[in-house]
């Protein structure tokens, strides 16, 4: 049996790291006015920096839903590993 790590992509771990280690990163929606994306897989980073210097206003951002981190459990629970889960505290939001 293997530990598995969930996170979510406020933790920036850089997909190679998360790959090599098999960590599993659900997105954080980011949003520019009616432009919404999923972190790191709609949006990476240089391209979140170019909107941040255009845009009009300001990203907001969100926690994924429980949906989404429901399904990665699964997918793991499926394999028969156990699941640590780290994730930004409310009170840091």
């Given amino acids: 049996m293997t530990i598995r790590i969930v996170t979510d992509s406020a933790s920036d771990i850089p997909s190679e790291v998360a790959q090599k280690l098999r960590i599993s990163i659900v997105p954080l929606t980011v949003s520019f006015g009616k432009e919404v994306y999923r972190d790191g ?34 997918a793991i629970a499926q394999e028969g590993d156990e699941i640590i889960s780290i994730h930004l505290s409310s009170k840091l939001s």
């Fill in 41 to 74: 897989i709609d949006l990476n980073a240089e391209e979140f920096y170019s909107k941040l210097v255009q845009s009009k206003t300001h990203p907001v951002t969100s926690q994924p839903s429980i949906g989404n981190f429901i399904d990665v459990y699964k």
